[in-house]
């Protein structure tokens, strides 16, 4: 008999518990030789260290936190989304959970004789003095998330639901698929550094293929990606691992081979070429075209919107990406260090569009962290036209933030390529959601515009809007972020911190044409005078031929 053979007998025939102690001691063996500290000094036990630690995101989130710890969104935000776009029931009993007398805690000043918010308030025409196609876009619509990023059912249910639903559905900068196309719904086409769906064999930006793009019926808007609020300033690399001959076509990248983004732009170098090359798409396509930005230096941004008074050329709307916005994949410190948040941003960007007397050309829309009608209504009365949500829309998809989305993984087959869960994804069901989360939450946001005696989102202001400071203090955010006046910044009287960002954004468009500026301005505002630019000048104000 063999050895093998006479093994086996021996297992047959012995008491059931010698089974799990000889794999105990087989176990142990081999860790004890094992090169990780932790299971050498402690067989099979360590094991323990490590099954905790895999599933220390599901105990924490179902077993610790409380409904208003869980972190990005908590409890209570995730199941109102899941409330609202299954249709049911989303109102809450006993009153609040948060504790209003935090410092933090923010609430809504109501009127006394509150209005009806009509129909026609819920939506906002962009580009109707640029355009010969301007865009009514409603006031709450999906934020850029790539196919790639998200599996090609995720893409559909959101393109279906948006369809239904009369909202614009973002892209992402992975350019337009066949997913985003077959739902049907107004896009909004994200052009990032990589220029997919638009570039030439070497990376640069390719007019031609833009023209045959941008004349598709589903794409309503253009948008230039400067930077995303989860990761400014950062390029990225699209391995060869990931490129399917699908999203090589789809992208107009070489199959098999690494696809590097740059974290800048080629077609264009400073403000001024930024301003002269979305003239050339808007008059390429006839549709509304702009940027989007997570703000960093206020003097850079202030640069940006001096260089759309000075060239006449004004984008038709900027979207501001808060810094706490989302991503599949993002190094840490990009993700929790860089980039100002959303209400700061959009506060800065509105004021100075106001005191240049541009706000009412230009469309603000505000995204970052998004997700229910109170939001909405803290954005528009800060300065925001119109809102994009990303991450809310991924729970009505049924995202349970399992927090798996950089690794192929996603329990939910929302931010996954492996075709075994992305068909966990039914998207006849799916495209309701997303459809019905954007339905009720408009809904919502409406009732809370009308509770405080506004007739439309456009006629909310910082002052119905206030945050408690200490136990017996509050503000209003009109006194945390004071009003412009229109024209200020072009006369000189505007608050003495944005126009000192105004003055030395002057500078630094001096600097990009070759002229002398003031390059020891103090450009970050902290009352120091920085050596900003290290190298001579490098681009020309004229505007570079587009390839």
């Not at 409380?66 to 609202?84: A, C, E, I, K, W």
């Not at 918010?117 to 876009?137: L, N």
């Not at 790639?148 to 249910?157: F, K, V």
């Not at 719904?185 to 064999?201: K, P, Q, S």
Request: glycine share 10%; charged share 20%; aromatic share 10%.
């Amino acid at each position: 008999m063999s050895a093998g053979a006479g093994y086996a007998v021996f297992i047959g025939h012995s008491p059931i518990w010698v089974v799990p102690v000889l794999g105990y001691w087989y176990r142990g063996y081999y860790d004890m030789k094992s090169e990780d500290s932790i299971l050498a000094n402690f067989p099979v036990l360590g094991w323990v260290r490590y099954i905790c630690q895999n599933l220390r995101a599901e105990i924490q989130q179902y077993f610790i936190e409380s409904d208003t710890s869980g972190t990005p969104f908590n409890n209570l935000q995730r199941s109102t989304v899941y409330q609202r776009s299954k249709n049911l029931n989303d109102t809450s009993a006993f009153g609040t959970q948060k504790n209003v007398y935090d410092d933090g805690y923010e609430y809504v000043a109501h009127s006394m004789w509150p209005k009806v918010v009509k129909e026609k308030a819920m939506r906002f025409t962009i580009g109707s003095q640029s355009c010969r196609q301007p865009y009514s876009a409603s006031r709450l619509n999906i934020s850029a998330m790539s196919y790639g990023a998200l599996s090609s059912n995720a893409i559909l249910a959101l393109s279906k639901g948006a369809a239904h639903g009369n909202f614009y559905h973002n892209t992402g900068e992975g350019a337009i698929s066949d997913w985003h196309l077959l739902g049907g719904a107004d896009l909004v086409w994200n052009i990032g550094t990589g220029y997919f769906g638009c570039r030439t064999e070497d990376g640069n930006f390719c007019e031609k293929k833009f023209a045959e793009k941008a004349a598709l019926p589903n794409v309503a808007m253009l948008e230039v990606k400067l930077s995303q609020g989860a990761k400014p300033a950062h390029g990225g690399m699209l391995p060869a691992s990931k490129i399917t001959d699908e999203i090589a076509r789809i992208r107009g990248v070489p199959f098999g081979q690494d696809v590097h983004s740059p974290p800048t732009h080629k077609a264009f170098g400073n403000p001024v070429e930024l301003m002269h090359f979305m003239a050339k798409l808007r008059e390429i396509s006839g549709k509304p075209v702009g940027f989007k930005i997570c703000v960093g230096c206020p003097t850079e941004m202030l640069a940006l919107i001096r260089a759309a008074h000075e060239t006449g050329l004004p984008p038709d709307f900027i979207t501001i990406d808060g810094g706490e916005g989302g991503t599949g994949a993002a190094p840490k410190e990009f993700s929790d260090s860089v980039g100002l948040p959303l209400r700061g941003a959009l506060a800065l960007v509105h004021d100075a569009l106001v005191g240049a007397g541009l706000k009412g050309r230009v469309t603000l829309i505000a995204s970052g962290k998004i997700a229910s009608g109170m939001d909405m209504v803290r954005a528009f009365a800060v300065g925001a036209d119109v809102c994009n949500s990303a991450r809310a829309f991924l729970f009505s998809l049924g995202c349970i933030q399992a927090l798996q989305c950089n690794t192929n993984k996603c329990p939910t087959g929302i931010t996954t390529q492996n075709p075994h869960l992305v068909q966990g994804l039914v998207v006849e069901e799916k495209w309701k959601r997303a459809f019905l989360f954007q339905k009720n939450t408009i809904k919502n946001m409406a009732e809370l515009v009308g509770a405080v005696g506004c007739d439309s989102p456009s006629n909310m202001r910082r002052e119905k809007l206030f945050r408690r400071v200490s136990q017996i203090d509050r503000q209003s955010y009109l006194d945390i972020y004071p009003r412009e006046v229109p024209g200020s910044l072009l006369d000189g009287t505007a608050g003495k911190v944005l126009q000192k960002h105004w003055d030395d954004g002057g500078d630094l468009l001096k600097y990009f044409a070759g002229a002398e500026g003031n390059m020891d301005a103090d450009l970050d505002g902290d009352g120091h005078m920085d050596s900003y630019f290290n190298t001579p000048p490098q681009f020309d104000i004229a505007p570079k031929p587009i390839a």
